[in-house]
């Protein structure tokens, strides 16, 4: 049998192959279950939403095919941020013959972290994020107009930050993995640092409502990833 170490970029391409069919097929098992659930699960998604009590916010469904598009969308989400675990399990076994000098207990530790990472973004993006920014979206209606937005876009929109702000805490994961690969070392991060606090400001201002708590509550964790990241990169620099 051919060592991972030896296998050409054909056998690389195969292996690649198989492990997006195994992805695919995890994918498409959760979503079957959550479609079972996409009820409950959006009744979930509005608690946020609920509490805010707006009351020029009511969702509609506009074409005769939406009930049916919004169950796919939340089942298809839902089997993603489940499946999470899985997905990153497979790109750890296929990038761990490309990281020299590390051993499989580090791998393991890399992969509990970038789990706790994803829920903590997750929750991040569940709690406080979306209301914010469906907030801040809402406030900037006249009061006099009552404000009906499609239930597919309003549940795909808020599917998508929830997903993007778990994704966001990878940040840290990601840093130790490039640096391992040598694509990036601590130094370049440092150098960065001031591009990156500018950049999660103007983050913070674009998708938060117009005060300065709500973008310092949104860069502030961003940043802390970063710094984090920069520690990664510097503990697990080429020596």
């Not at 001031?194 to 509550?217: K, N, R, T």
């Not at 949104?218 to 802390?224: C, D, G, H, K």
Request: glycine share 2%; aromatic share 20%; proline share 5%.
């Amino acid at each position: 049998m051919t060592s991972k170490n030896n296998m050409t970029f054909i056998q690389h391409l195969e292996a690649l192959r198989w492990a997006l069919i195994r992805i695919f097929l995890v994918v498409s098992i959760f979503m079957f279950f959550s479609f079972m659930y996409s009820d409950v699960i959006q009744n979930f998604i509005m608690k946020p939403i609920d509490s805010l009590y707006l009351t020029n916010f009511k969702l509609q469904d506009i074409k005769i095919t939406s009930p049916f598009m919004v169950k796919i969308v939340v089942s298809l989400f839902t089997s993603l941020i489940i499946a999470f675990p899985y997905f990153i399990f497979e790109v750890l076994k296929f990038i761990y013959p490309a990281i020299p000098k590390i051993s499989k207990i580090y791998l393991a530790v890399i992969y509990i972290f970038s789990i706790i990472f994803f829920v903590l973004g997750c929750i991040f993006g569940y709690r406080y994020l979306f209301p914010s920014t469906i907030s801040f979206f809402i406030n900037l209606v006249d009061p006099n107009i009552e404000f009906n937005p499609e239930r597919l876009n309003y549940v795909f929109y808020s599917f998508w930050l929830i997903v993007i702000s778990g994704l966001i805490y990878q940040l840290p994961i990601i840093s130790l993995i490039l640096t391992k690969l040598k694509i990036i070392n601590y130094e370049f991060l440092k150098q960065m640092r001031s591009i990156a606090f500018v950049s999660f400001l103007v983050f913070g201002a674009i998708i938060s409502p117009p005060d300065p708590l709500s973008q310092l509550l949104i860069a502030f964790p961003l940043y802390v990833l970063y710094e984090l990241g920069i520690v990664v990169s510097y503990v697990f620099r080429a020596k």
